[in-house]
């Protein structure tokens, strides 16, 4: 457990298993209307970066005139001091302006949560459902 309620009680995090973490917030962009959902690996003009891997950013849009914008992260450094948040604010700047995915545009706040993995076999597998189903209330 990693969450301010688990501190609050004392619980501590299972060290032996990797934790995803996740930043996402909706914004006000003509990317609203896309069909399709735009995944990618290199969040950086250099290319990928140690604050950036394992983890990929997303775009999609919601049919309601914003788009889900965010970055998720296997996180295997254990709490290093990375910035998730800047991460993905760094990686909607290399957009076009018209795209407008800046934090100018949100409509909703930048919100950030911990994933728990577990392992089965040699390959981490998303524990319970990281993000709800149906969007949280902006």
């Not at 999609?60 to 254990?78: I, K, S």
């Not at 709490?79 to 018209?98: C, I, N, Q, Y």
């Amino acid at each position: 457990m990693s969450g301010r309620l688990a501190k609050a009680l004392g619980l501590a995090r299972r060290e032996d298993r990797p934790l995803g973490v996740a930043v996402r917030r909706y914004v006000a962009s003509p990317r609203a209307a896309d069909d399709y959902l735009d995944i990618s690996f290199d969040l950086a003009p250099e290319g990928p970066t140690a604050a950036s891997m394992p983890g990929y950013g997303w775009i999609f849009g919601m049919g309601d005139g914003t788009a889900n914008v965010g970055f998720g992260l296997l996180d295997t450094r254990r709490s290093d001091g990375g910035d998730h948040r800047e991460v993905l604010r760094r990686w909607l700047d290399t957009f076009p302006a018209e795209d407008r995915l800046g934090e100018e545009h949100a409509v909703s706040p930048l919100r950030g949560q911990g994933c728990p993995w577990r392992c089965t076999g040699s390959r981490p597998t998303p524990a319970a459902c990281c993000w709800p189903v149906t969007p949280p209330e902006r």
